[in-house]
């Protein structure tokens, strides 16, 4: 297989990559491998496994697949990110059902991936999971966006009051995380040291009384903070 993409210049990220099916872990495997900047430093077969494994070896990213037996991906997700604190979850699966999407996003999930997509987004989600970014897929974004129907304008205006009580500092930075910058990537397009970049986005994150960055970018789009 040719190289899918450059290798990165900075460190290797370590995967833990958990499915049921061991085809799929070979082909996600192989996909990554491609990337050149991965290391996929352990698999399992079933949610309880990955949480042991996630434990152990305490990767970058834990890859999971929502349908898995013993614990499913999405508890496997929650108690990741709850007790390996160093450990960013990202779900892959084919299903992209509104409540699979918030469930996994309330559980402390930073990536959605499909299956189905392509080799590149893949590995550019997990390279953004990794760095501390959010990432869906554009299927499954577009899958949650259309999903809000008539609460819309709802939603709308209670982000907007709901961002209206950021500093316009704050405001400029939650922008950022919904376009799905991680935080070197910020501090690099406003000019500020990567500390002061992580100390606002905890602070848009507490003021907003949000979980995670995808939650964070979810508010910044209802707000019209991206168009």
Same mark, same amino acid.
């Given at each position: 297989?040719?190289?899918?993409?450059?290798?990165?210049? /900075?460190?290797?990220?370590?995967?833990?990559? %958990?499915?049921d099916e061991a085809m799929i872990r070979a082909g996600v495997g192989?996909?990554? $491998?491609?990337?050149? =900047?991965?290391?996929?430093? @352990?698999? @399992?077969?079933?949610?309880?496994?990955?949480?042991?494994?996630?434990?152990?070896?305490?990767? *970058? #990213?834990?890859?999971?697949?929502?349908?898995?037996?013993?614990? *499913? /991906?999405?508890?496997?997700?929650?108690?990741?990110? +709850? !007790?390996?604190?160093? !450990?960013? +979850?990202?779900?892959? !699966? !084919?299903?992209?059902?509104?409540? &699979?999407? $918030?469930?996994?996003?309330?559980?402390?999930?930073?990536?959605?991936?499909?299956?189905?997509? =392509?080799?590149?987004?893949?590995? +550019?989600?997990?390279? %953004? #999971?990794?760095?501390? @970014?959010?990432?869906?897929?554009?299927? #499954?974004?577009?899958?949650?966006? =259309?999903?809000?129907?008539?609460?819309?304008?709802?939603?709308? %205006? $209670?982000?907007?009051?709901?961002?209206? +009580?950021?500093?316009?500092r704050e405001r400029e930075v939650l922008g950022l995380v919904g376009?799905?910058?991680?935080?070197?990537?910020?501090?690099d397009r406003l000019h500020l040291v990567e500390g002061t970049v992580?100390? &606002?986005?905890?602070? #848009?994150?507490?003021?907003?009384?949000?979980?995670?960055?995808?939650?964070?970018?979810?508010?910044? &789009?209802?707000?019209?903070?991206?168009?």
């Amino acid at each position: 297989m040719g190289a899918l993409s450059e290798p990165g210049a /900075g460190r290797r990220i370590r995967v833990l990559l %958990a499915d049921d099916e061991a085809m799929i872990r070979a082909g996600v495997g192989a996909i990554l $491998a491609a990337g050149g =900047d991965f290391e996929i430093v @352990a698999e @399992a077969a079933d949610g309880r496994e990955a949480v042991r494994l996630a434990q152990a070896h305490r990767p *970058d #990213v834990a890859l999971l697949d929502i349908r898995m037996p013993r614990l *499913d /991906g999405l508890a496997a997700a929650e108690e990741i990110t +709850a !007790t390996v604190p160093g !450990t960013a +979850a990202a779900m892959l !699966t !084919t299903f992209s059902e509104d409540a &699979y999407v $918030a469930r996994a996003l309330g559980g402390g999930a930073t990536g959605f991936l499909l299956k189905s997509g =392509d080799p590149h987004e893949l590995m +550019a989600g997990v390279r %953004a #999971v990794a760095d501390g @970014a959010a990432f869906l897929s554009p299927k #499954v974004a577009r899958h949650v966006i =259309d999903g809000l129907g008539g609460r819309r304008l709802t939603r709308e %205006a $209670a982000a907007r009051q709901r961002v209206a +009580a950021l500093t316009p500092r704050e405001r400029e930075v939650l922008g950022l995380v919904g376009a799905g910058l991680s935080n070197p990537e910020i501090a690099d397009r406003l000019h500020l040291v990567e500390g002061t970049v992580k100390a &606002y986005v905890s602070a #848009v994150l507490e003021r907003l009384e949000v979980k995670n960055r995808v939650q964070a970018a979810i508010v910044a &789009y209802e707000a019209g903070l991206l168009t």
